[in-house]
């Protein structure tokens, strides 16, 4: 099956920086890849997504990218904001069947 | 939350007894799933369910089993709880075949 890794574990930035965080998978088959934020508590929500046939996505301070040949996507957020802290997770899909990473806590230093 | 709601929302129980979690969708979406969360290994699919009475087993299916008698309802039970079943269990549905939003979780402690 498929195999996420996600790096780092932990990510602490200063307010106004911005986090990188990446995700690598094994099958090639995947064709889809979600990013999560889950604040303490509650359950992932839905942040911003890519499919395979995109390279780069974009949605106000979050952007995603994607790089088939080596089998690797990344989160980007710029201008961060304390409100931004919470775990993010990575995932991959082919079919309708999830794989998801282990998650990074990202905590934005006022 | 996508109009997805999970029943109790904590729990605690003794090893041995048998439990069922209840995942509510007022949508009628195909996909249903259920995911527990531990620390360290992110969400693990437990089961999912790709209509009524279909459904299918995940990477952590031992120890479970699930039951989907209506579009709306998915039901995981524990049939003789174990502490290492400890953890906190998300229901999620698929919208448009991929994308997937989750509820809100049910806290399960076995003691």
């Known amino acids: 099956g498929e195999n996420v890794e996600q790096h780092p574990s932990t990510l602490s930035v ?3 920086d911005s986090a990188v965080i ?17 604040e303490l508590g509650k359950g992932p929500q ?4 890519i499919r395979s046939n995109v390279g780069e996505k974009k949605d106000q ?8 040949t080596a089998k690797h996507f990344s989160l980007h957020i710029t201008e961060t904001q304390p409100e931004d802290s919470a775990v993010y997770f990575c995932a991959a899909s082919a079919g309708n069947q999830f794989y998801f990473g282990t998650g ?3 905590t934005v230093i006022p | 939350d996508a ?5 109790p929302r904590h729990k605690v129980t003794e090893t041995g007894t048998p439990v069922t979690l209840r995942c509510h969708q007022t949508e009628n979406h195909r996909y249903m799933y259920w995911y527990r969360q531990d620390p ?6 437990i089961h999912y369910s790709y209509g009524v009475k279909d459904t299918d087993k995940g990477e952590v299916s031992d120890g479970y089993s699930v039951s989907r008698s209506k579009t709306e309802d998915f039901l995981l039970t524990l049939e003789s709880a174990t502490s ?3 953890s906190v269990y998300f229901c999620a549905i698929s919208v448009r075949d991929d994308e997937q939003f989750f509820g809100p979780g049910t806290r399960l402690t076995v003691l």
């Open chain 1, 14 to 16: 200063q307010e106004g």
């Open chain 1, 22 to 38: 990446k995700c690598t998978y094994s099958d090639s088959a995947s064709n889809y890849f979600p990013w999560y934020k889950q």
């Open chain 1, 46 to 49: 839905l942040i911003i997504d």
């Open chain 1, 61 to 68: 301070r979050i952007a995603v990218t994607l790089n088939k």
């Open chain 1, 104 to 106: 990074t806590s990202l």
């Open chain 2, 3 to 7: 109009g997805i709601t999970q029943s």
């Open chain 2, 40 to 45: 360290g290994h992110g969400l693990r699919l």
């Open chain 2, 84 to 86: 290492s079943q400890t």
